[in-house]
C-alpha cells in the first residue's frame, strides 16, 4: 500500500506557473511507476502525465506537452509536476496516481489515488 498526499493547487492568471507536490508513503515509493491526471466539472478524469519508477522516463498528454514538466525525487518520497504557460482550460482538479505495473494513459492502469488538489487558471 501507498498512500499519496497532493499540495500545490490554487488560483493563478492565464500565462502563469504552479507547481505541484505528490508526496507519498507506505511502501516503497520508488518502485511505483507514478502519474498525474485531472478532472474538470462535468468530464471523466484525464490522462496528464507520469514518469517511469527511476525517472528514466517519462510521457505527456498532447494538451500539455511543451507546457508541464513531470519529475519525482525517489530520496524525498515525492513527486512534481511542474505547470508553465498555465490556460483556463487547464482548470480542473489534479490527481498524483501511483502503479506497480505499466503506467498507462487510463485510469485503470493506476493502484493508488491521491485525494486531489483544485488549480483555477483565470483568463
Known amino acids: 500500500q501507498v498512500q499519496l498526499v497532493e499540495s500545490g493547487g490554487g488560483l493563478v492568471q492565464a500565462g502563469g506557473s504552479l507547481r505541484l507536490s505528490c508526496a507519498a508513503s507506505?511502501?516503497?515509493?520508488?518502485?511505483?511507476?507514478m502519474g498525474w491526471f485531472r478532472q474538470a466539472p462535468g468530464k471523466e478524469r484525464q490522462f496528464v502525465a507520469a514518469?517511469?519508477?527511476?525517472?528514466?522516463?517519462?510521457l505527456y498528454a498532447t494538451s500539455v506537452k511543451g507546457r508541464f514538466t513531470i519529475s519525482r525525487d525517489n530520496a524525498m518520497n515525492t513527486g512534481y509536476l511542474q505547470m508553465d504557460s498555465l490556460k483556463p482550460e487547464d482548470t480542473a482538479v489534479y490527481y498524483c496516481a501511483a502503479t506497480s505495473t505499466i503506467a498507462t494513459v487510463t485510469t485503470a492502469s493506476w493502484n493508488y489515488w491521491g485525494q486531489g488538489t483544485q488549480v483555477t487558471v483565470s483568463s
Open positions: 514518469i517511469s519508477w527511476s525517472g528514466g522516463s517519462t
Open positions: 507506505g511502501r516503497t515509493f520508488s518502485i511505483y511507476n
